[in-house]
Antibody, heavy 116, light 107 residues
Framework: QVQLQESGPGLVKPSETLSLTCTVS????????WSWIRQPAGKGLEWIGR???????NCNPSLKSRVTLSVATSRKQFSLNLSSVTAADTAVYYC??????????WGQGTLVSVSS | DIQMTQSPSSLSASVGDRVTITCQAS??????LNWYQQKPGKAPKLLIY???NLETGVPSRFSGSGSGTDFTFTISSLQPEDIATYYC?????????FGQGTRLEIK
């Protein structure tokens, strides 16, 4: 069974860049899209974007200007960079395996707080 | 973006009850509709994809139906472990968008 694990700083200062990595285990990283989704405390789910193992990406237009996605297939990892963060970016960030927009498997999530 | 509207936003039911949640899309999404279960402090889990297909390992008391703009999610006999928030999500267009969630509680 594919497992995903997010990693990265839990605290980011305003105006800086949030950087997270997701490590895939228990299956191949090839042949799938890999997504990032976030959830502010007590609120709903927002899809951030996805990357295919070829490097092709799709991003939410609401965040597109601040999002950079990358993939390192040899390390079975993919990453999210979100620039110019504000308090509104405070959320639990999830990575997921994506098939046609369906989020098949999810990581456990990591809380990122934006605060000085 | 396609807007997804779920109802009700919260629901209280007894063990053994039949529970139904509806989801409406702001435009035709064919059958590209998925349902997720999120228990407190946990990641969402895929239950149903493409409107009516049960994900492997998901109990058969969960089901989904619908097409176009109107969809239904049903738990045929509510169990205590079903306490969670349920989200619909459309995967017809990018960005995939989620409903606001339905919080299910036991009476």
């Amino acid at each position: 069974q594919v497992q995903l694990q997010e990693s990265g700083p839990g605290l980011v200062k305003p105006s800086e860049t949030l950087s997270l990595t997701c490590t895939v285990s228990g299956g191949s990283i090839s042949g799938y899209y890999w997504s990032w989704i976030r959830q502010p405390a007590g609120k709903g789910l927002e899809w951030i974007g996805r990357i295919y193992t070829s490097g092709s990406t799709n991003c939410n237009p609401s965040l597109k200007s601040r999002v950079t996605l990358s993939v390192a297939t040899s390390r079975k990892q993919f990453s999210l960079n979100l620039s110019s963060v504000t308090a509104a970016d405070t959320a639990v960030y999830y990575c997921a395996r994506d098939r046609g927009g369906i989020q098949l498997n999810w990581g456990q999530g990591t809380l990122v707080s934006v605060s000085s | 973006d396609i807007q997804m509207t779920q109802s009700p936003s919260s629901l209280s039911a007894s063990v053994g009850d039949r529970v139904t949640i509806t989801c409406q899309a702001s435009q035709d999404i064919s059958n590209y509709l998925n349902w997720y279960q999120q228990k407190p402090g946990k990641a969402p889990k895929l239950l149903i994809y493409d409107a009516s297909n049960l994900e492997t390992g998901v109990p058969s008391r969960f089901s989904g139906s619908g097409s176009g703009t109107d969809f239904t999610f049903t738990i045929s006999s509510l169990q205590p472990e079903d306490i969670a928030t349920y989200y619909c999500q459309q995967s017809d267009n990018v960005p995939p968008t989620f409903g606001q969630g339905t919080r299910l509680e036991i009476k």
